[in-house]
């Protein structure tokens, strides 16, 4: 069935291009060509890595470290499909959960469907995403063949939109972790990481050593309106904590029932000396009537001048359904000034970015310093800045950074992770 698809999509695929390059001019006749040199280096690179080849002798995509560190990463996908997760029993369900309310832009179909098997991810892989990337290119670019080609490759090899780096930064957690076996990793469960941060005397946002909880609907009865919750500090499931609210300067920016906003902050661990230092830093401005502050609008924030840019959203990646398929096309550009729901400037308002940004890096340091990358998310709340977790498959949420000391970290990873795995297996 597969390979029938597959067969299927590539004629059509050679038929829509013949006739694409049968009415071109010359020039569009040499983007297409180049196109195709393109598309076949990117499958060189997906076999070589698919059967077991290593990222440091990969020749194909040598000219270019992001997009070899790009293909490795989807490859590393299918590699550690069945391998424990430090968060799931496979990294397989892990995929699956990640990926269960997120959608491209225009589909409405979650992206949890192609993480059912290999199969499905095999064809996400081969056919689908190449395939959109092409559609992408003639998207933006329309006509102009020559442009249509450089966009292609650019997404095809090197893309930077948020989607690829959060997943990217989650493949890097799943295989260090797992080669590694790093105790930081444990710090990803709430309560640990509320534990360990008090014992390192890191700020967090208080929480209850009390068994449990009862909260009672205050006109039922007959045994009807009430939940118990468990203490996971005596053993249960749930954190118990009081709700703490934004304090100025970011209050007065946020309608008054936007919820707890945070800063996320990305930190960076240099391979073998453990440097700490931030990459990004990101205010979510949580939006009127939201739980949390995953509904918001991202402004990145300059470090250390502390002046907000322009906010963006990737909201449009969360529209499921078939009536919200054609309805999701929104953008992540930054072109955001104002809140949405009060309209108060945000863009060139200014923070104390350095105090939250050297807040991150020392609980990075003091908490779990051999992990690579960290998001942490901190909060400027009536009780002061306090830190409410760590995600260690982080999301930068749109926030600018130095891509080519990002890259280069990651790639360095990947050449530890790859000899110490090598060297694991020989003895």
Not at 61 to 69: G, Q, V
Not at 99 to 114: Q, Y
């Amino acid at each position: 069935m597969f390979g029938m698809l597959f067969l299927l999509v590539v004629l059509g695929g050679v038929a829509a291009g013949a006739y694409a390059y049968s009415t071109a001019s010359d020039a569009g006749k040499k983007a297409a060509v180049e196109a195709l040199q393109t598309t076949l280096e990117f499958y060189r690179a997906v076999a070589h890595f698919l059967q077991g080849g290593s990222y440091s002798q990969c020749k194909a995509l040598s000219h270019s470290k992001r997009a070899k560190i790009h293909v490795f990463g989807l490859c590393m996908n299918f590699r550690l499909w069945n391998r424990p997760h430090y968060r799931h029993s496979t990294f397989q369900k892990d995929l699956a959960q990640n990926l269960r309310n997120v959608a491209v832009p225009g589909t409405g179909v979650p992206l949890s469907v192609f993480a059912f098997s290999r199969l499905s991810a095999g064809f996400a892989l081969m056919v689908l995403y190449p395939a959109g990337c092409l559609v992408a290119a003639v998207r933006e670019c329309g006509k102009d063949m020559v442009n249509v080609r450089k966009a292609y490759e650019e997404q095809l090899l090197r893309p930077d939109d948020w989607f690829y780096l959060w997943r990217l930064n989650c493949v890097l957690a799943s295989w260090h972790a797992l080669v590694t076996n790093e105790e930081g990793y444990k710090l990803e469960d709430k309560l640990t990481f509320l534990q360990v941060a008090e014992e390192k005397d890191v700020a967090v946002t208080p929480f209850m050593d009390i068994p449990a909880i009862i909260c009672k609907h205050r006109n039922e009865e007959g045994g009807l309106g009430y939940k118990f919750f468990s203490n996971a500090m005596a053993g249960g499931d749930w954190i118990i904590q009081e709700v703490l609210s934004n304090d100025s300067p970011i209050k007065e920016l946020l309608p008054d029932d936007a919820p707890l906003s945070t800063f996320r902050v990305i930190t960076l661990s240099e391979h073998e000396t453990n440097e700490i230092t931030a990459l990004s830093c990101v205010w979510r401005a949580g939006m009127a009537g939201a739980k949390t502050d995953h509904k918001a609008i991202f402004f990145d924030v300059d470090v250390p001048g502390g002046v907000f840019k322009k906010g963006a959203s990737n909201a449009n990646w969360y529209q499921l359904g078939v009536t919200k398929a054609f309805k999701s096309r929104g953008t992540t550009a930054h072109e955001i000034s104002m809140h949405p729901d009060n309209q108060k400037t945000i863009a060139g308002e200014k923070i104390d970015a350095e105090a939250i940004v050297s807040f991150a890096t020392r609980a990075h340091k003091s908490m779990m310093p051999r992990v690579p990358l960290v998001g942490w998310d901190v909060a400027l709340t009536e009780k002061g800045m306090v830190m409410l977790e760590c995600n260690l498959s982080c999301n930068f949420f749109l926030g600018s950074f130095d891509m080519e000391k990002y890259f280069d970290a990651v790639g360095t990873y990947f050449e530890a992770l790859e000899t110490l795995e090598a060297s694991e297996k020989a003895t």
